[in-house]
């Protein structure tokens, strides 16, 4: 019973409640972002760039097994089947998925930062008023070499 207790205790600190729905809504973010890049960006950027597809990228590193039934052409085809390959145009599809999600979180943390009030700095402490240690070390020594 005490490890379902310690158990409750964990989870319910604020902290692991927060990191687990960050990382559900970042999945779901995942998602769209790939949805993004995938549907809208890499299109247009091969339309601007003469129709290059991304995904045509790639190095064919072993052979094609005798039963293969797809285009040679075809990454998805020829990954389907097994065949080794570096996917580079994949690749380079995944690079552009992470820089926009690194500039979309990059742009959320800073308007988070706009947000969040910032705690004002301590005012300075007061200057001493009358006379400072130094003063009065001197007029002690002074008082001193009076009397003596």
């Not at 097994?82 to 820089?99: C, H, K």
Request: neutral net charge; charged residues 20%.
């Amino acid at each position: 019973m005490a490890i379902l207790e310690e158990f409750r205790t964990f989870i319910a600190r604020g902290n692991v409640l927060d990191l687990a729905v960050g990382v559900i809504i970042g999945g779901a973010f995942g998602k769209i972002v790939t949805s993004l890049t995938e549907s809208v960006i890499m299109p247009v950027v091969g339309f601007v760039t003469g129709g290059v597809d991304f995904t045509r990228f790639f190095i064919r590193l072993g052979p094609i097994p005798a039963t293969f039934k797809g285009s040679p052409e075809s990454y998805a085809d020829l990954k389907a089947a097994g065949v080794p390959m570096i996917g580079y145009g994949d690749f380079i599809t995944q690079s552009v998925n992470f820089l926009i999600v690194a500039f979309i979180i990059f742009l959320i943390v800073k308007g988070a930062n706009s947000l969040v009030k910032k705690p004002e700095a301590p005012a300075a402490p007061p200057a001493p008023t009358g006379p400072s240690e130094v003063d009065l070390l001197t007029e002690i020594r002074d008082a001193l070499k009076a009397k003596g």
